[in-house]
């Protein structure tokens, strides 16, 4: 079966029409279904087609969070600190996002376990379909098919989206087509299989060490932030902020999505050049996760880190903003 190779070394894969010329290119043979376009229809949630689990874990959570405060413990908030900033910053920035959806650069085995655990731990689901889902943001960025546009909604882009039951994006099928190189990853078919347990794993044992305090802030107070702030990153940086570069898509640089999201906030940065590991172009724009790619580069625990910094992309070349 023919492929969409959306990572395909030296491609940006900035736009849509890059795709296609991918696909041209090496003519394969049409899909029966446009993946890109239809899988992210956008429809009206009902009682039908909502994702129940989905909704349910989000509600159980919330609740969590305002228990929360009735169990305050010092050492509960740190730890909570703690786990946000391994999630966030390891699991779905680094790993999810930059190693996994984008392929900025290569990892050691060990490192890429421990990043492949925060990234479960954050509960943003498995790391397949969490990079096919960005993967087809970044081809239909704000046109029809985008997963969360907030051309859709401003809510919607936010976090409407995941309530609806996609039941194509499950389909082994769509992501053979879109996430090929990771479907056939072992350890990414581990922690596909496994990513519920690691959570349930980790609520045990913070119960267990710490009580209801650890429990409610490192998981549900903790989760809940982190959430909120992924979220941004698809809703914020699509509405507010400056841009630096012309892309066909609404993105853009918002400093404090930035901080929070440790790097993600320089939105139209990335998506100007998706594939080149640092987020942060200017000297002011800080990327807390670049730093970290590039200590791990220092410790012989990364390498191949693309740092095709824009006047050097020979490829897909948004013009800068004057
Ligand atoms: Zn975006
Ligand atoms: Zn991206």
Redesign the pocket.
Known sequence: MGTLLLDEPGVQIGNESNLRSIVKDREVKPAKRDVLRDTFKVEPITWKNADWPVVGWMLLMHAGCLAAPFFFSWSGLAVGFVLYWMTGCLGITLCYHRYLAHRSFKLAKPIEFLCHVCGVFALQGSPSIWASTHRV??AR??KAGDPHSPRDGKWWSHMEWLFLDRVERRDPEFRDRVVPDLMRDPMVKFFDKTFFLWTIALGVALYAIGGMSWLLWGLCVRMVFTYHVTWC??SA??LWGYRNYETT?D?RNLWWVAVLANGEGW?NN??AYPRVARAGHKWWEVDVTYGVILLLKACGLAWDVNDDLPDATRRATPKAVA
Do not use: P
Request: negative net charge.
């Open positions: 943001h970044h960025s704000d990153v698809n940086t699509h898509d993105s939105h990335h998506h």
